[in-house]
């Protein structure tokens, strides 16, 4: 039987100790960024508020209207060259500099605040936001902070489109993600409402193992609070900086 979580205010608990040669693993999702200004789907008054999802976030939104999904990722990247990195990420990428390749840091959002934070090696099973892809061929994926008023289109003479991942389309690399799960001794999640499949998912296959402490940092408990040994409820800028604590290194 699993047991219930703790779920209580973060400053109720006391730093996650990590032990030499521990496999961390990092789920980082909207709230995160949120604390820097990135506007998520729920958000009141926010981009995705004056769209629908099925319109600028689906495959079938895109072969409709390619040039209205265009606009609104070219809002988006333009916003994303106006908010900075915050505490949070400041303090996921000291981490990977102490514990190196014990780290595996993985996040739903397609900003680069992780990287503008200085981690490194950082999987964005979503996508990336600054990254253009074709959408029939295959040409890799290239780096892009172009803002399109038209829908821009490839040397094959098909569509351009945001290298994200779509309502409906499955995230990049899961096998590696599972990977990294067989191996985790420890597992975070930070901001991740635990409503969006499969990366909700990834707590209570880790429960199946049975062999990770499993921890939710958030404003409000998640969806998937049950699945987890603690919830620390809070902002992540506030908690994740004096989160964990390196033994025996």
């Not at 490194?120 to 979503?126: I, P, Y």
């Not at 290298?163 to 990049?172: A, I, K, L, Q, R």
């Not at 409000?220 to 908690?239: W, Y």
């Amino acid at each position: 039987m699993v047991p219930i979580p703790k779920i209580a205010p973060g400053n109720e608990f006391g730093p996650l100790l990590i032990k030499r040669g521990e496999r961390v693993f990092v789920l980082t999702g909207a709230g995160v960024s949120a604390e820097s200004g990135v506007p998520t789907f729920r958000d009141a008054g926010g981009l995705w508020e004056q769209h629908r999802v099925e319109d600028v976030a689906t495959p079938e939104g895109f072969e409709r209207a390619p040039e209205l999904v265009w606009r609104f990722y070219s809002e988006r990247r333009k916003k994303a060259a106006t908010v900075q990195p915050n505490a949070a990420h400041l303090a996921l990428a000291r981490l990977g500099e102490q514990i190196g390749d014990d780290l595996f840091l993985c996040t739903q959002n397609v900003d680069a605040l992780h990287e503008r934070a200085g981690s490194r090696g950082v999987w964005h099973m979503h996508g990336r936001l600054l990254s253009t892809r074709c959408s029939e061929c295959s040409r890799a994926p290239f780096d892009d902070e172009s803002a399109y008023e038209k829908a821009p289109r490839c040397d094959c003479g098909a569509l351009l489109r945001p290298d994200v991942v779509w309502f409906g389309e499955m995230p990049y690399g899961l096998s590696r993600i599972y990977q990294a799960l067989e191996e985790t001794d420890l597992f975070v999640t930070v901001g991740s409402s635990g409503a969006v499949y499969p990366a909700a998912g990834f707590v209570s296959h880790l429960r199946h193992l049975g062999r990770a402490r499993c921890i939710y940092v958030g404003l409000e408990k998640p969806e998937n609070a049950h699945a987890f040994d603690e919830c620390r409820l809070g902002k992540a800028g506030d908690l994740v900086p004096s989160l964990f604590e390196l033994a025996n290194r």
